[in-house]
């Protein structure tokens, strides 16, 4: 399995293109994803100048996505945390393998300052986030126009 880590500019990776990542992730989010032109927007924010981000990946020889987190960056400290980790997928085909171990820890290292992340309570991904050192120290609550 190759790793790679992409920050600033996407087009210095030309195989991993936005529209490729965002299949991907939307596919293997399954039933805890976003439609696909949100999972754009957020790929659209990491490459955005003004904001920022991540994306890492793990990819097959073949450039097959294999897993893939997105990381916003939010510009805020303290109050809010500095990153939030918006998207982390691992293709069905290889969950259990410790993909989605590396992709987390891959992101916690990139990352300068906090991260938080939202998770579904039933989201079997709950119990790794918590091996990981993650918290649930707040409830979230919305109100949604």
Known sequence: MNYLL??????????FTNQKIAEFLFKHLEQYGDP??????????????????????????????????????TGMSGYIPENILVYIAVD???????????????????????????????NPAKLLYEKLGFTNKYLEMRFER
Request: aromatic share 6%; hydrophobic share 40%.
């Open 92 to 122: 069905s085909q290889t969950r259990g393998q410790g993909l989605g171990k590396a992709l987390m820890q891959m992101a916690l290292e990139q990352a300068e300052g906090n991260v938080a992340l939202h998770v579904e309570p039933d």
């Open 36 to 73: 696909i032109d949100q999972i754009q927007a957020c790929l659209n924010y990491v490459f955005n100048p003004d904001k920022g981000g991540f994306v890492a990946l793990a990819y097959a020889d073949d450039q097959a996505i294999m897993g893939a987190t997105i990381v916003n960056e």
């Open 6 to 15: 992409i920050e600033g500019n996407a087009g210095e990776h030309p195989e």
